[in-house]
Structure formats: C-alpha cells, structure tokens
C-alpha cells in the first residue's frame, strides 16, 4: 500500500461532468521524504517511512534527530509507516528521496483517508452511539428524555455487563474513511481534492493510504 | 493561507461566476435550465422572483427563486455557478428592504407585490 501524508485544508464543492454538485475536501498532500526503508531481510517486514511537514531542530529529540540526519533531511513534524509501500508504487525509493503528490495519486483513484477525529467532549448516549431517547416529551417524562434507560436486569446478574454502551467522552479518535475518489490533482500546490468528508479539523493531519 | 488554497480550487468556476448578471433579492429574473433528455438537451426557462441569494462567493452558492402559476407557489433553488444554467436574464430590478423574502410566503395578489427600483 503506498500513500501519502497531508494535512486537511478544508471543504468545498465541484461540479462533475454530468453537472452534479460533489462536496469535496482539499488537502495539501505531501511533499513527504523518505526517513527509513524497512526491508524483510532487515526488519521482518517491508516498508516505507515517511516524513511531512518542517519541525524546528532544538524541538526534535536527539534519537530522532539522529534518525533524520541518517536520512539525510531535516527534522519532520509526522513520521507514518506504509506496508508494503514499494509494491503498490511500482519502482524503489531510497531515503532522503521526495514524494509528491502526482507521483501517488491521480484522478480517479480511490484513496482511504486517516485522521483524528474531532473530539466533542463528554457526550451523552445519544450522541455517542446514536441511541433514540425516549422519543416523547409527555406521559410522564420529566427529565429522561435523552436518558440510556436500563442498563440491565435485578438480582440476577446483579452487575452491569462489560462494554455496555454509556455516557462518556467522544470523539478525538483514529478514524479511517475508505473509498474517497479523487476528483483533482495539482501538483503546483500539492493540493488533493477528494470526494467526501474526511475525518478531523482543519490543519490536521491525514494520512491517504491507496 | 488555507482559505487561499481553497479559493485555487474554486478559481475553476469564476469565469462562469463572472458570466452571471449582478441580481439579488426581489429581482425578478428568468433562468434558463439546460435539461437532459435521454441524449437531448434542451433549455427550460423559469422566470419568478428571487427570494434570497445563500453562502455568497463561495462555491456553494445558491439563489431561490419563487413563482406562481395557477395559483401555486414553486421555489426552485439554483446552484450559482452550476454548469446546467444556461444564463441568467434580469427581468426587472425590485426594491425591498431585507435580504431575504420570507415574508411573500404568506401573502398572494396585491400584498405579493414588489415595487420596482427605477
């Protein structure tokens, strides 16, 4: 699987050619470098390691300040592994080499697009896992209307099960988005225009796999 | 910066923002649709009063735009920089007072009018 590591613009829309509006996201995808080649003779696996976005060097750690210099290249905010990068890409990198955008993607591809999803804070159940409420407001309800109900039976099991779906904090994970369609490319501004919503705010950072 | 990147991609539909006349809310306009038949097309027009124009300069902007025929009401929202309009004709300029006509909905005959902005 190759990719490509970029950070979310934001949202707009396009017509496409049979006239249809298409809400799309922008993001600016890459220029990534090559940090680390993974092979299976060395590390078990193979891969490839990529690198986005300028960090400051007295902000960099001195392992990893270590492990760019091996690269060759400055210091990089993300750090993301690909499996099996070269496979999909069809011919070798070496570290320290650029991947742009038009190197991974074209229109038309589908992509699969990672992000961190914007937290909500702590939520009640019907936000969290879209329970229906009560449904009502009169017959008796006072305050329950948005309430789980029951959370199991009496003297027997006389506990509440593991993993029973509750209140609590929402938001704020990975979340992968599979099947966006890549309606533009432009390679001037390494600017991606895919079909959808991608997870997380703007100026966060998405990882595209293809 | 990032609103900047945006406006590149939406610099694809400005000559078509450019194309479209100066209109707004009370205007009286006529909307020639392209319209797909099979492997026609053919072009429908639809003329009433625009009720309001949303999300301004940017892509997803729109227009409504509200007439009576035979005593019902259609609104009938168009995407402005839709590739399907053909073009847009400024009939007559009305003068009104908001930006959003909500109040026509509730009237018909006289109190529907609109006075004309000479």
Known sequence: MSGIIGRKIGMTSIYSADGLNVACTVIEAGPCVVTQVKSDETDGYSAVQLGYGERKEKRTSKAMAGHFKKAGTTPKKKVVEFRNFQEEFGQDVNPGEEITVEKVFEEGDFLDAIGTSKGKGFQGVVKRHNFGGVGQATHGQHNRLRAPGSIGACSFPSRVFKGLRMAGRTGGNRVKITNLRVLKVVPEKNLLVVSGSVPGAKNSYVILEK | ?118
């Open chain 2, 1 to 118: 910066m990032s609103q900047d990147l945006i406006k590149l991609v939406e610099a694809e539909y400005q000559d078509i923002r450019d194309s479209r006349p100066d209109f707004g809310p009370g205007d009286t306009v006529n909307v020639h649709v392209k319209i797909k038949e099979g492997n026609k097309e053919r072009i429908q027009q639809y003329q009433g009063t625009v009720m309001q124009r949303k999300n301004r300069s940017t892509n997803g902007e729109t227009f409504t735009v509200r007439k009576v025929s035979n005593d019902i009401a259609v609104e009938r929202i168009f995407p402005l920089t839709s590739p399907n309009i053909d073009k847009i004709e400024v009939l007559r300029r009305g003068k009104v007072r908001r930006a959003r006509l909500y109040y026509l909905r509730g009237r018909k005959g006289k109190s529907a009018r609109i006075k004309e902005k000479l």
